[in-house]
């Protein structure tokens, strides 16, 4: 019998705080300068220079810490972690070790069923990130560029909590998106601004011990992170399974091949030798700080879905969506703060349809919406009128995308406003009904289904501005035999 | 002689326009190439930028501008980054560094007007007790050529006591300013720990490097620290605390002072050595301080703690040196590997391997608790004794060395006896405690220092302590033979 495997996955994701100079020197931190450009002495560890605390960094530290309800430490310590590599100026990181400036929180993510699940996020600690090193175009020798040696990452560590693929991706997710409503984190992960790396196992369910875990470094966008697991946890259960053993181990996710190999085993691994650095005294957080900090906090993502939910009455599913960034949320709330709120349902399905679709295909984040809020709410409000039909809404919306103006001026200019004259589309079914004297029989005689075909009849007879639920109700008496 | 007056004297004499900073200048350079020959105490002299800084500083003065080392001459140790001007250490993994910036001590004594007449010579990274480790070879003790200064500011301590220079800076990790300026008869002054900023200071052990002055007399001592203190935003462990008045705290009479002499290390001392600290407490207790003994059971475990705490650092601190941005490259590397294990396989002397090797190994997993943490407990532990010391006492007073200068070549292959150098002095560094060495008298022709250790900030206790003192005695005024 196939034995029935467990996956058990953590995430440690760093994200680049979005301070404007680096985490312990003056240098700018901005992306895609000329290489060693942005790259101060201190960044060069230059002899002599001395590394002095981002207090903006411990700020957005602390206001991530807040978001997932995880104690701040008061007093936290940065290490050194020593290791010798070009990229790395001074042949250590500074880091946070023993007691890191965040403690234990959790961050709530949806399955795909719908049920919610916490998940343990065992500290975040803040570091500094190496450089680069360049191995391309270089006759033999290798390219060193400093400019991201020094900038601030926060690095957050969860708990083993994550059971299959789908699921890291949505606690990534959830954690892109709250770095992003906290504005601590640009999130772009090209550019390696939001990037995580992953230690799986495997174990017979049931089992209570874990599995030796592989740790695949480096995971830079959602799909990679999706496809190296799961090709992790099929290699690790093919292994077992034919009598072999994971080592413990640190792999690469190569996205061309899709797959995973060894980088370093456990035995090959350095001796960090971690010790307090010296240069930097404990980072002292008091509560004044942390109360200040507090006040700075925005609406979360949960409590804004929350919010939606209980005043608009979307689902959970529909809030989630809307709440998914503080722009959206922003949108949305826009859109129906001048429809008003019984109609949020309606705007809920406009912004995730019609307007998430133009976006999509135009690669458009909502900022940058070819529709204002004002001028959704303006065409929803002939929807809601009954100015025009949803069908007919849809062709007005490609018009205002493609050509701007308000909706009004588009239903005038092209016509489309909706026939809601009973006199008119009586007229209108009454020639329709003339026309198709052997469907009006066959109806009568039980052919129910040709109902539909008088419609379209109909509605192509008026270019489909007839009111639909007029038409049907004025179809149905004069066909049923008036 | 211009040579032998003090920096307040030196001062009044630039004010007056007796004599400019240009004619003052040119005196210790000529001094310099003249003598220095003999000692080896400088490893780059900059006489060129010296007379403009000189020229500069008597524009200023003509301006009718006063300051108190307006003009003045001195020489860097050469572990201070000077811009523009070669800061090599002592090693040669820097022979070819020059410095593209100037240390917070030496902008803040340059800004005071400070004229800079060269680096000098000291122990590889301030890892040494003799000066021998140097790059640029052993200085000679102006008191006896066949001696060595001691160190690691052996340069900065040969060059003040040979009237080189008016004053000399220097660093301080486990007794590096106070040892050298007892074995040359100068004072030597190592401030509390976060007291002067360690900027531009290339680091050996980060939690124990302070840098201080060597100068001939507390008073003088007094008016160069002033300038050299204070808080530096580019250093996180200096301190925010406003400095004292230090010469205006000279003077006071030390009636009532209560001074602790530290059994640990009188117990035991040689007898000649012993003779001296009991002269330096008569000569206090006759100027009203009341005398008692203090034990500190711990001090003794000072030294194992410091080789262990200083290597681990430096261990860390030294990782920068790997051939790739600045500094010593090995020729023809092979790859990232050989390029690594050569350049600081060639770049750094044995002294300094030995340390880096040491502090590897502490900070091993698997070896961390049992050295590393272990000696950071001992640290705390002597660290309290001290506090609580100072709850009875208000200095404490003891040797600055076991002996006077010894023969060059003597401990250099003995790194076990070389350590025991600094015996008397690693304690107020582990406890980032403000200490300071006089000249006390002579033994063998060679002079010798009493050492003084106060709570933390109390400078201005410490400088006033030794300045009466050095008004009850002369030994601080006799020079070495041959450099009147």
Same mark, same amino acid.
């Given at each position: 019998m196939m034995q029935d495997w467990e996956v058990v996955i953590g995430l440690e994701t760093h994200a680049q705080l979005a301070t404007k100079s680096k985490i312990f020197s003056g240098a700018a931190t901005t992306y895609g300068a000329p290489p060693n450009s942005q790259a101060s002495l201190v960044d060069l560890a230059y002899p002599g220079v001395l590394p002095v605390l981002n207090a903006e960094a411990v700020r957005m530290a602390v206001k991530f810490g807040l978001s997932i309800g995880a104690p701040i430490a008061q007093r936290s310590i940065f290490a050194r972690k020593n290791y010798f590599y070009p990229d790395l100026p001074k042949g250590y990181q500074i880091s946070q070790y023993e007691i890191p400036v965040v403690g234990r929180g959790a961050l709530e993510i949806m399955l795909d069923d719908g049920t919610v699940k916490s998940v343990g996020i065992t500290r975040a600690h803040l570091e500094e990130d190496a450089g680069k090193s360049l191995h391309e175009g270089l006759a033999h020798a290798s390219g060193i560029d400093l400019n991201r040696a020094g900038t601030p990452l926060l690095e957050i560590v969860s708990e083993p909590d994550l059971r299959s693929a789908k699921e890291a991706v949505a606690y990534m997710k959830k954690l892109h998106t709250l770095v992003r409503y906290l504005d601590i984190c640009d999130g772009n992960m090209q550019e390696g601004s939001f990037r995580c790396d992953a230690n799986v196992s495997v174990r017979?369910?049931?089992?209570?011990k874990y599995g030796t875990r592989a740790e695949i470094k480096n995971l830079n966008s959602f799909r990679f992170v999706e496809k190296a697991i799961q090709h992790e946890v099929a290699r690790q259960i093919e292994l077992i399974e034919s009598g072999g053993k994971v080592i413990q181990e640190t792999r690469l996710y190569d996205s061309d091949k899709d797959e995973t190999r060894a980088m370093r085993s456990k035995e090959e691994a350095n001796d960090y030798r971690y010790f307090p650095d010296p240069d930097l005294l404990p980072l002292q957080i008091d509560a004044a700080f942390i109360e200040a900090v507090h006040r700075t906090l925005p609406e979360l993502p949960d409590e804004k879905a929350a919010r939606f939910s209980a005043l608009f009455q979307l689902s959970a599913y529909d809030a989630g969506v809307l709440s998914a960034s503080r722009e959206l949320g922003a949108y949305f709330e826009a859109v129906v703060a001048l429809t008003g709120a019984a109609h949020a349902k309606l705007a809920a399905n406009w912004i995730m349809g019609e307007l998430a679709g133009a976006l999509n295909r135009d690669n458009l984040e909502i900022g940058a919406s070819r529709l204002a809020p004002a001028a959704l709410a303006g065409l929803l409000g002939r929807i809601v009128d009954a100015t025009i039909s949803g069908k007919i809404a849809k062709d007005v919306f490609e018009a205002m995308w493609r050509e701007g103006g308000g909706a009004d001026s588009v239903i005038a200019a092209q016509g489309l406003r909706q026939i809601t004259d009973a006199g008119e589309i009586a007229a209108v079914i009454d020639a329709v009904i003339a026309a198709n004297p052997k469907q009006l029989a066959d109806y009568r005689a039980g052919k129910d289904k040709l109902f539909g075909f008088f419609v379209g009849q109909a509605m192509k007879a008026t270019q489909g501005k007839a009111n639909p639920a007029q038409l049907n109700l004025l179809l149905k008496s004069k066909l049923d035999g008036a | 002689m211009l040579h032998t007056r003090s920096i307040g004297e030196l001062a009044e004499t630039l004010r007056r326009r007796e004599i400019s900073s240009v004619e003052l200048t040119r005196h210790y350079l000529e001094r310099i190439e003249s003598l220095d020959p003999a000692l080896?105490?400088?490893? /780059? &002299? *900059?006489a060129e930028q010296a007379l403009l800084q000189a020229a500069a500083a008597d524009r200023r003065l003509a301006g009718g501008e006063t300051a108190p080392l307006l003009g003045i001459p001195l020489i860097h140790k050469d572990i201070f980054c000077t811009d523009g !001007?070669? /800061?090599?250490?002592?090693s040669r993994m820097l022979d070819n560094f020059v410095a593209p910036y100037d240390a917070t001590v030496v902008a803040r004594l340059k800004a005071a007007g400070a004229v800079m007449l060269g680096k000098a010579n000291m122990d590889e990274f301030a890892m040494g007790s003799s000066n021998e480790t140097s790059h640029y070879g052993a200085v000679n003790n102006p008191w006896d050529h066949g001696k060595v200064p001691g160190g690691s500011s052996g340069g900065s301590a040969a060059a003040v006591a040979a009237r080189l220079a008016p004053f000399a800076t220097g660093t301080d990790t486990g007794g590096s300013i106070r040892q050298p300026a007892a074995l040359t008869g100068v004072t030597g002054v190592k401030p509390t720990y976060g007291r002067v900023s360690r900027y531009g200071m290339i680091a050996f052990a980060s939690s124990l490097d302070q840098a201080g002055v060597i100068a001939r007399s507390a008073a003088d001592a007094a008016i160069v620290l002033q300038l050299m203190s204070g808080f530096d935003? &580019?250093? @996180? *462990? @200096? !301190?925010d605390m406003p400095v004292p008045d230090y010469a205006a705290a000279l003077g006071a009479p030390l009636q009532g002072l209560r001074i602790g002499v530290l059994k640990e290390f009188a117990d035991g001392l040689e007898a000649r050595n012993g003779a001296l600290l009991g002269a330096a407490l008569k000569v206090y207790r006759s100027l009203g301080a009341e005398t008692l003994d203090v034990s500190l059971p711990s001090l003794p475990l000072s030294v194992p703690t410091y080789y262990v705490v200083a290597p681990a650092e430096c261990s860390s601190n030294l990782s920068r040196f790997d051939g790739v941005r600045f500094g010593y490259r090995c020729k023809d590397a092979k790859n990232l590997q050989d390029l690594y294990e050569r350049s600081r396989g060639e770049g750094f002397g044995a002294e300094v391997k030995r340390r880096i090797m040491t502090g590897t190994y502490v900070l091993s997993a698997g070896y961390f608790d049992a050295y590393y943490l272990k000696a950071q407990k001992v640290r705390q532990l002597i660290t309290d004794e001290f506090r609580a010391a100072f709850e009875r006492v208000d200095l404490l007073i003891g040797p600055t060395t076991p002996t006077p200068a010894f023969a060059i070549g003597a401990k250099i292959d003995d790194p076990v006896t070389m350590y025991l150098n600094d015996i008397y002095t690693i304690g107020a560094n582990l406890a980032g405690l403000p200490a300071l060495s006089v000249p006390c008298g002579f033994i063998d022709d060679l002079p010798m220092g009493v050492q003084l250790i106060g709570p933390h900030f109390s400078e201005s206790r410490l400088l006033n302590a030794a300045h009466r003192f050095q008004l009850a005695t002369d030994w601080h005024q006799r020079v070495p033979p041959g450099y009147e």
């Open positions: 017979p369910r049931g089992q209570e | 080896n105490a400088l490893i /780059t &002299k *900059t !001007v070669r /800061t090599s250490c002592g935003a &580019k250093d @996180s *462990t @200096s !301190v």
